[in-house]
DNA sequence: TATACATATAAACGTATATTTATATAATAT
DNA sequence: ATATTATATAAATATACGTTTATATGTATA
């Protein structure tokens, strides 16, 4: 149930501890790769399936070095797996749950920002 | 179905279309704000009510400025809602969805950070 | 009105990060 | 071997962001 795992992940993280804070890294180093642009479009664009470096940089319309960037970053978060095969190499999403992430964040921003008076 | 609501959401933020590029901003502008390992901690703790800035502050142990800011971020992305009552002002969470999503990014960083070799 | 409390704001600082430009590595083909 | 393609890395720059310190605003109370 929601609930319970919302517990289990209070008693993991408690927000105070006899004055002892217990840090949330794991969700926010995670949570930092999902915080650009160019990121979530790579992750969508994976959602397609493994591409390889150029691939994504035609998609996106990104440069080559840019897209080398944020795939080693999407790498180090554990986010993409990473292949070669011959001079390409392929880069593809580590989970499932990646995408299903994804979609909830844009069901959640577009409800907010819908009905939004002002920036 | 997610296969349907993961096809919409590449309907609307197509990778490439005609070489016209079409944003992702929305979803960005509200992950930014859960890349920060305070903020995350100031929703987890508003997952169970309102809450007063004085609270936020005893109970993650940061100064009174640093939650304001914090708050105020999340403000801007409209993840919380903010309501005065006398002297104290009171925070909380405006989308049952984002605790949700919290769960969601825990699991998915515990299973991923889980096995890794290197960081 | 004066004082205390709750919260916000401003300034200043250091650090992280996105992007560009240029170059290096690695694999393939001629 | 040389050239070409695919990708990565390095350097440089600008900007964004988190944090601290100090101060202001706003509300209640004596």
């Known amino acids: ?21 217990i840090g949330f890294c794991d969700v926010a180093f995670v949570a930092k790769a999902l915080a650009d642009e160019n990121r979530l479009r790579i992750i969508l664009s994976l959602t397609q399936g493994k591409k390889s ?16 960037h944020h ?13 070669r095969s011959g001079p390409f190499i392929y880069y593809e999403l580590a989970d499932h749950r990646i995408a299903a992430i ?8 577009t409800d907010l920002l819908a009905n939004r008076t002002t920036f």
């Open 53 to 68: 470096v150029s691939r994504i940089v035609e998609e996106l319309g990104i440069s080559q070095p840019l897209a080398s």
């Open 1 to 21: 149930m929601k609930t319970l795992r919302m517990e289990r992940l209070l008693k993991k993280n408690p927000v105070q501890v006899n004055r002892v804070e």
């Open 71 to 83: 795939l080693k970053e999407l790498k180090r978060t554990l986010l993409v797996t990473v292949e």
């Open 102 to 109: 994804l979609t909830d964040l844009d069901g959640l921003a």
